[in-house]
């Protein structure tokens, strides 16, 4: 059965999509069978993963409001082992179309659920807010990935956000997980970065992945070319970190097997 992992963080330019893509690509890469469900309205990755929005005939939006198949609006990526359920502007729309559905918070729940044999992980790239659409991701996730800049201001939201998580926890989803806080954008050469890095290790001591994601301009330029850095550039520093990132998810996930064994 599928681990579903949603990324999220209410604030912009943390490195939310760049994480999304980049880790399905890298786990994807090492034959883990991988589906990415854009959530965000904006669609950045699917366009990053080389998805077409004028060939859609289908996104998640529809999924979400009108009940259509989660399985005819999956799309196949370059990556033989990576598929991607892709958004539209029309999801911008969701939130108040679904105030009134009943159960609205259980809506992607229940659309991905005939997905979860065919699947390792599945990852969800949340907008940059925690309204109803972040609500569905943390309803339906096991755990919940944050992507951290590595910048001035970086831990203003944090807790606003795992106060989410406590509430979903207590009342949507009481299996949700944090997964961790992977930090990004990181700069070797400034000092806010390195300050940055050890206040979130030193306060979120057990959270915090080892793989660092640097500042990079081939994992900034790869989304214009439809690929993921892993495609564009696999000896860059930003694949090596994503890279990282994914085994280091890997071990994670066997030392809960062995727990639970």
């Known amino acids: 059965m599928a681990r579903i992992l949603a990324i999220s963080n209410q604030k912009g330019g943390v490195g939310k999509t760049t994480t999304a893509i980049n880790l399905a690509a890298s786990l994807a890469a090492a034959e883990h069978r991988t589906l990415l469900i854009d959530l965000d309205p904006q669609g950045n990755a699917g366009s990053g993963l080389g998805v077409e929005r004028a060939s859609l005939t289908g996104s998640i939006y529809d999924c979400l409001i009108s009940g259509r198949p989660i399985g005819e609006v999956v799309h196949q990526t370059e990556l ?3 598929d991607v359920v892709p958004s539209t ?3 911008t729309g969701a939130e108040v179309e679904l105030v009134n559905v009943e159960e609205r918070e259980r809506r992607l729940k229940d659309a991905v659920a005939p997905l979860v044999s065919s699947y390792d992980t599945i990852l969800i790239d949340c907008p940059p807010s925690l309204g109803l659409l972040t609500l569905n991701a943390l309803t339906a996730a096991d755990s919940v990935l944050i992507p951290l ?3 001035y201001y970086a831990m203003e939201g944090l807790a606003q956000l795992l106060s989410t998580v406590e509430l979903v926890q207590g009342s949507l989803n009481r299996q949700l997980e944090v997964e961790g806080i992977v930090l990004t954008m990181f700069d070797q050469r400034a000092n806010i970065s390195h300050q940055v890095a050890d206040e979130v290790r030193r306060v979120f001591p057990k959270l915090v992945f ?3 994601v640097p500042r ?3 994992l900034a330029e ?3 070319f439809g690929k993921p850095v892993l495609l564009y550039d696999i000896r860059s520093k930003g694949c090596e970190a994503y890279l990282a990132l ?3 998810l890997q071990r994670r996930r066997a030392r809960r097997r062995s727990r639970v064994a």
């Open 216 to 218: 990079n301009v081939r």
């Open 89 to 91: 502007p029309d999801l």
């Open 80 to 82: 033989r082992f990576l």
């Open 222 to 224: 790869s989304p214009s």
């Open 149 to 151: 800049q590595c910048e």
């Open 246 to 248: 994914a085994r280091e």
């Open 210 to 212: 080892e793989a660092v």
